[in-house]
Nanobody, 126 residues
Framework: QVQLVESGGGLVQAGGSLRLSCARS????????MGWFRQAPEKERQFVAA????????DYADYVKGRFTIFRDNAKNTVYLQMSSLKPEDTAVYYC???????????????????WGQGTQVTVSS
């Protein structure tokens, strides 16, 4: 059973930065592509960023491009989301997700992810 545990959320002022971490239990972390999604109150969950198994390919939603960076450390079984220039509209619960894949692809589609973390709250004050 794969378990994903997010951490690093919190309260930050607009313009500030946070780094989210998602640690995966079990072996063969490198066999999974990863993604970050978020859900604001009363809104649907939306794609934020994705990375392929090796870390070579990444993809970002337009509303975070240039401000957020996704990267991974397979030796530590961890994927990160570095968030900078945060805006109040970035306030949401952030989820990481894992998708079985050993090719170069990334995915924006929730239905393609096999495992999900419990989420971590990010609140950006104005």
């Amino acid at each position: 059973q794969v378990q994903l545990v997010e951490s690093g959320g919190g309260l930050v002022q607009a313009g500030g930065s946070l780094r989210l971490s998602c640690a995966r239990s079990g072996r063969t972390f490198s066999s999974y592509a990863m993604g970050w999604f978020r859900q604001a109150p009363e809104k649907e969950r939306q794609f934020v960023a994705a990375i392929n198994w090796s870390g070579i390919n990444t993809d970002y939603a337009d509303y975070v491009k240039g401000r957020f960076t996704i990267f991974r450390d397979n030796a530590k079984n961890t994927v990160y989301l570095q968030m900078s220039s945060l805006k109040p509209e970035d306030t949401a619960v952030y989820y990481c997700a894992a998708r079985r894949s050993t090719d170069a692809s990334t995915s924006r589609l929730e239905r393609q992810y096999n495992y999900w973390g419990q989420g971590t709250q990010v609140t950006v004050s104005s």
